[in-house]
């Protein structure tokens, strides 16, 4: 693919290097030490966090946020922890993604992954109920993903039958499940929610 | 060093899908001695979801806060509510600011680093350390352990308490139980796929695969394991991997404290064995 010069931006490094975890992106030299490393490569063999920071700093910034790749990272940090460079790698994925999903909150950029959908569905439990609830998050998830309900229910009850068969089974979940009655079947709701409340509003602006 | 009283930070998963972990840790800390007082009121971490290290360190300052009050240095047993309430720490010890901008957010965020946050197998291996649970073990659990660590043990370095690459503390811990470590150095530290099994099955299935295989091909009777998420993925989900793959595996997996329960003389059922999804009764045919 050829680089198209007249679009580079050469600012999005700075916005990389101003979030946190991005500080010492610019010290990559493009050893691969990452790359070699992750675990998703060795399964998707075209996944390349070397060649994700090389873009980035040449400025290549729609070509990086559109990226799908983007979304396949699974934040083990091994690239980090191996980085002769000091770059934290996991972190500087993570900041590029809040970017291009700032951008698509913009209406700037179409991201095809569910997984903003997925992080934002488990964090809407977490800011209700203070812990996380499992049920409540598919609920949101999988409709949001399937982009209907009826759909949204299909998909998650394909995922999930055998399993929830199996938790309610073992008592993980279910009527009887969990440390009381209706564990896992009602959310576990903590006393302070006006504390995650204000915790959402300021830190994500809401 | 010896600990008699830390608070304990259970996690989600302790409430649901890990409520095996949640009674087997809480089993083995009473046959240690060692209380745990459950942190008051607990938020969730935030776990691999919360991308955004800002709500990151506010979740985890209010849970932090709640310990410091107590006095306590926290324990937990998950290792994603570890690297998160670790990370925290760190950030908001360095950085006058970031503790004030905590505090203005809600007066329950204030927080003076003075907590240690700390994972079960450091503070097993660490801080009550191997001459004591010695003294304390009473039968042999001759089971053959691929044991797996996943990331947040070694890994990165501000929070790590092992080695990033060749791991050892739960090596180590199973040799004490009368265990033999399977090879599988490899592994070891590889990920179970947890974070992406929600949206993208297909290659968390193929990273719980590799992990599962590799452990039977070096002869385990089962995989040993210290997170929540790596349980849910390579135990509670494993039928899931199997169907979708179209495979066999059927490895039992079991929760470090299970294990070193069994050797504590806890009977299986405090140890909450029969909720695993893989059988392990394997294990239990192996306790002398
Ligand atoms: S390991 Fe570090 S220096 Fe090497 S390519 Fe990756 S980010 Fe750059
Ligand atoms: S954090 Fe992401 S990019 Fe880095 S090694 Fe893990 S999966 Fe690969």
Redesign the interface.
């Known amino acids: 693919m050829p680089i198209k010069t007249w679009e580079l931006d050469s600012n999005f490094k700075n916005e990389i290097l101003n979030e ?2 991005g500080e010492h992106l610019t010290a990559c030299y493009q050893c691969s030490t990452c790359t070699l490393g992750c ?2 490569t060795e ?2 063999p075209s996944y390349n966090p070397r060649k994700i920071i090389q873009m980035s700093l040449l400025g290549m910034r729609n070509e990086v946020l559109s990226n799908p790749d983007l ?2 990272c ?5 690239c ?3 980085c002769p460079q000091d770059v ?1 790698v ?2 500087v994925l ?1 900041a590029i ?2 970017i291009a999903e700032k951008e698509e909150e913009a209406g700037n950029l179409k991201i095809e ?3 903003p959908l ?2 934002k569905a ?2 809407h439990t ?1 800011e209700k109920y ?3 609830y ?1 049920i409540g998050l598919a609920l949101e ?1 999988y409709p949001k993903r399937e982009g209907g309900t009826v759909s949204g229910i299909k998909a998650m009850m394909n ?1 999930y039958k ?2 929830g068969m ?2 309610a089974f ?4 279910g009527p009887l ?3 009381g009655l209706l ?2 079947v009602l959310p ?1 709701k ?3 929610t006006d ?2 409340k ?3 509003e ?3 602006g809401k | 060093m010896s600990v008699d009283k830390l608070a304990y930070y259970p996690g ?2 302790s ?3 890990a ?2 972990q949640d009674i087997s840790t809480k089993a083995v800390f009473k046959a240690l001695g060692v209380e745990l007082v459950e942190v008051e ?4 971490c ?10 990151v360190y ?2 985890n300052a ?1 849970n932090l806060a709640i310990a410091e009050k107590d006095g306590l240095d926290i324990v937990t047993p998950c290792s994603i509510c570890y690297y998160n309430l670790a990370r925290t720490n760190n950030a908001l010890k360095a950085d006058e600011k970031l503790r004030a901008e905590m505090a ?3 007066p ?2 204030s927080y003076n680093g003075t907590v240690t946050p700390k994972h079960i197998l450091d503070v097993l291996m660490n801080d009550i350390g191997v001459d004591e649970l010695k003294s304390k073990i009473v039968k042999k659990v001759e089971v053959k352990v691929a044991p797996y660590y996943g ?2 043990i ?4 501000g929070t ?1 308490f092992d080695d ?1 690459d060749d791991p050892v503390l739960m090596d180590q811990l199973i040799e004490l139980i009368g265990g033999e470590n399977v090879p599988f150095d490899y592994m070891k ?3 179970c ?4 099994m ?4 297909d ?1 968390a299935f ?2 719980a695969r590799k992990v599962l295989e590799t452990a039977k091909n070096a002869g385990a009777d089962c995989v040993a394991l210290a997170c929540p998420l790596c349980g849910m993925m390579l135990d ?2 494993q ?2 991997v199997e ?1 979708a793959l179209g495979i066999k595996i059927g490895m039992p997996v079991v929760y470090i404290t299970q294990l070193l329960g069994l050797a504590l003389g806890i009977d299986p059922k405090s140890l909450a064995l ?4 893989v059988d392990t009764k394997v294990i239990l045919g192996k306790v002398v």
């Not at chain 1, 073992?170 to 979940?173: A, H, I, Q």
């Not at chain 2, 776990?47 to 955004?52: F, G, L, Q």
């Not at chain 2, 070694?154 to 370095?157: E, K, Q, S, T």
């Open positions: 946190a975890g675990p998703i399964i998707v979304w396949i699974a934040i083990c940090q091994t980090t922890a191996r934290v996991g972190d993570a993604r809040r992954s569910p997984r997925f992080e488990f964090l977490v203070g812990r996380l499992d998830y995922d055998d399993f199996r938790m073992r008592g993980k979940m499940g969990g440390h564990k896992g576990s903590i006393k302070k504390v995650m204000k915790i959402f300021k830190v994500e | 989600c998963p409430e649901a899908t409520l095996d009121d607990w938020n969730c935030g776990a691999a979801e919360a991308e955004d290290p800002k709500l506010a979740l209010r203005e957010i809600d329950s965020l990331c947040y070694g890994r990165p370095l790590a990033p530290t590889k990920c796929g947890g974070p992406l929600m949206t993208r099955a290659i193929e990273m509670a989900k039928p899931d169907k029969g909720k695993n999804t």
